[in-house]
C-alpha cells in the first residue's frame, strides 16, 4: 500500500502513518512517501510501537520513501 | 528491550544536485553581508553571525519547540523535550556566571540587567494557552515557522503574516491588560529570594524532575526508543573519516539533545555579548513599523511600563525597521538557509488542503497574540526565560503545555 503525504508537515505524515498501519491488511507492507525530514524520526518511533520494521531511503531532494513491514 | 530500527537513510541513485553550490553561494554572500554589516556597525555583524549559528543549528538539529510539547500528548515522546531541557541547563549555568558578574550582589530589589524576567500575570497564562494551541495547529512555533520558510514550506510563510499581525493585535490591546494585570502582577526572581547559588540550584534541581518526569511518562507508552546514533558508516582511510565527519554536521539531521545543547551554548555566548536569544520583539517592532508606514491608523499608541520589561517587549508607535534584532533575525533565516541547500533538504512545499493555509493563518495570530501578551515566544519567554532564574519561564512553560494539550486535542477534529 502507498500513502502519500509530500507536502504535509508535522504531526499530519505522522497520523496518517499511524492510521495506515493499523488499518493495514496482513501480508501487506506500507510506503510513505514524505518530503518533511522531522518525520524519518516520529514514523520509525511509532512504527515501532505497533510492531513494525522501518527501511527509510532518500529517493528525492529532498524526498524519502519509508517501508514499514510487520516484524516477524 | 532493544531494536534494530534504523533511521539511516539509504543513499540511492540520485541526480546531480546544485543545492549544495548554491548553499556555497549564500555563505559568500553572507560574508559580504557581515562586512557590510561591520562598516554600518560591529554589533550588527555579531548579531548578523550569531542569528546564522541559530538559524544553522535549528535546521540541522529539525529542533521544534511545537513537538517538544506536542509530542509529549500525541505520541508520549519526550526526545525534543529532553533536549530542550538539555539546552537550558547549559544556558542556566552559563546564564548564572553572566548575571552574577554584572550584578554581583542579586538580593538588592533590583534583577540582573537583560534577565528575562516578566510577571507572573494572568497576561502571561493567557498568552501560554494561545500560543500553544496556536503552534500546534500552525504546525511551528516562531523560530519553527522561521527556519521552515527558509527550508520552503509555504505553509509557514502565511504562518508568519499570522504572527505580525496577532503581535500587532497584542499592541492595540496592551494598554488594556497592563491596567487590568500586567502593571500589578509580581515578578519573581529567584537570586532575589535564594541568591545566585540557591536560584541554579532549584532551577537545575527543577530541570532534573522535569527530566524525569517526561522518562516516566514515556515509559507509559511501553516502547521507548533510544536515541538515534549519530553515523552508522564505517570508515577505514582519512578520507572516509572526513566524508563522514562532513555527512555527519551538513547532512545528516542531529539528535534533538545535540540540538538542544548546541543552542543552549550559543544563548550562552549571545548573553556574554550582549543579551540572551530573542526573537517577537523585533517582529513586532515590524509589524508596528509597518502599520505607521501603511498610514490607514493601524499604528498602535505608545505603550505603558514596557520600559520597565526585559525580554520580548511589543512595540508601540516607535516600531523600527533596522536595529541589532533585525539582523539576527533575519540571520536566523539565512542560516537556516545554508543549512537546508547543504543537506539537500530545500524545497518549495505547497499544502495541498486549503485548511492548512487557514491553520497556518490562525494559528499564527494566536502565536502572535499571545507572545504579546507574554513577552516573547517559545525562545524569549521560556528558553531564555527559565535560565534567567525567571519564576515567569516556568509559568509560561505550564501555560504552554496546557495549550499544546489543547492543540492536539483540536487536530483531531481536522481533516
Not at chain 2, 538539529?61 to 538539555?86: N, P, W
Not at chain 2, 540582573?112 to 501560554?128: K, T, Y
Not at chain 2, 534533538?256 to 556574554?272: D, K, M, Q
Request: glycine share 12%; aromatic share 10%.
Amino acid at each position: 500500500m502507498e500513502l502519500d503525504v509530500r507536502g504535509e508537515i508535522c504531526p499530519y505524515p505522522m497520523m496518517k502513518a499511524v492510521e495506515a498501519m493499523r488499518a493495514l491488511p496482513e501480508g501487506e507492507y506500507l510506503e510513505v512517501y514524505t518530503d518533511h525530514s522531522p518525520c524519518l524520526d516520529t514514523i520509525p518511533t511509532q512504527a515501532a510501537r505497533l510492531g513494525f520494521e522501518t527501511s527509510i531511503e532518500k529517493i528525492g531532494s529532498p524526498e524519502w520513501r519509508i517501508t514499514l513491514r510487520r516484524k516477524p | 528491550m532493544t531494536t534494530t530500527t534504523t533511521a539511516e537513510p539509504r543513499t540511492g541513485p540520485l541526480r546531480l544536485n546544485l543545492q549544495p553550490g548554491v548553499g556555497l553561494l549564500v555563505i559568500a554572500a553572507a560574508g559580504l553581508v557581515s562586512l557590510w554589516a561591520a562598516r554600518a556597525d560591529s554589533q550588527f555583524a555579531v548579531f548578523w553571525l550569531m542569528g546564522m549559528a541559530f538559524g544553522f543549528v535549528l535546521q540541522r538539529s529539525r529542533f521544534c519547540f511545537t513537538s517538544a510539547f506536542r509530542d509529549l500528548f500525541l505520541l508520549r515522546d519526550g526526545r525534543v523535550m529532553k533536549g530542550v531541557i538539555a539546552g537550558m541547563a547549559v544556558a542556566t549555568v552559563g546564564f548564572t556566571l553572566i548575571m552574577s558578574d554584572r550584578l554581583p550582589n542579586s538580593r538588592l530589589e533590583v534583577v540582573a540587567p537583560e534577565a528575562h524576567v516578566s510577571p507572573l500575570a494572568l497576561a502571561l497564562i493567557v498568552g501560554g494557552l494561545a500560543f500553544g494551541l496556536g503552534m500546534v495547529l500552525a504546525g511551528g512555533c516562531i523560530s519553527g515557522s522561521m527556519y521552515r520558510m527558509a527550508e520552503g514550506y509555504l505553509g509557514s510563510w502565511v504562518a508568519f503574516a499570522g504572527i505580525m499581525t496577532g503581535l500587532l493585535v497584542a499592541a492595540h490591546t496592551w494598554n488594556w491588560w497592563w491596567r487590568l494585570d500586567i502593571g500589578r502582577a509580581p515578578r519573581l526572581w529567584l537570586p532575589n529570594i535564594a541568591g545566585y547559588g540557591g536560584g541554579v540550584a532549584i532551577t537545575l534541581l527543577a530541570l532534573a524532575g522535569a527530566y524525569v518526569l517526561i522518562l516516566w511518562w514515556e515509559s507509559r507508552a511501553g516502547l521507548v526508543i533510544p536515541l538515534t546514533l549519530m553515523t552508522h558508516d564505517p570508515a577505514v582511510t582519512f578520507g572516509d573519516e572526513l566524508r563522514r565527519t562532513y555527512r555527519a554536521i551538513f547532512v545528516r539531521g542531529w539528535p534533538a539533545i545535540s540540538g538542544g545543547l548546541a543552542l543552549g551554548t550559543l544563548n550562552v555566548f549571545l548573553f556574554a555579548y550582549e543579551h540572551p536569544w530573542r526573537i517577537t520583539g523585533e517582529i513586532s517592532a515590524w509589524a508596528s513599523a509597518l502599520a505607521g508606514k501603511l498610514n490607514l491608523g493601524l499604528a498602535p499608541p505608545p505603550l505603558l511600563g514596557v520600559e520597565t520589561l526585559a525580554g520580548c517587549t511589543l512595540s508601540g508607535a516607535e516600531g523600527v525597521f533596522l536595529n541589532h534584532m533585525t539582523l539576527s533575525n533575519l540571520g536566523l533565516f539565512a542560516g537556516a538557509l545554508v543549512a537546508a541547500l547543504l543537506a539537500q533538504e530545500f524545497k518549495l512545499r505547497v499544502p495541498r488542503k486549503p485548511i492548512r493555509y487557514a491553520q497556518s493563518l490562525g494559528g499564527g495570530i494566536l502565536m502572535g497574540y499571545g507572545a504579546g501578551l507574554a513577552v516573547g515566544c517559545t525562545v524569549g519567554a521560556f528558553f531564555s526565560a527559565v535560565p534567567s532564574l525567571a519564576a515567569n519561564g516556568w509559568l509560561f512553560a505550564a501555560a504552554l503545555t496546557g495549550g499544546a494539550f489543547l492543540g492536539t486535542k483540536a487536530l483531531r477534529w481536522l481533516p
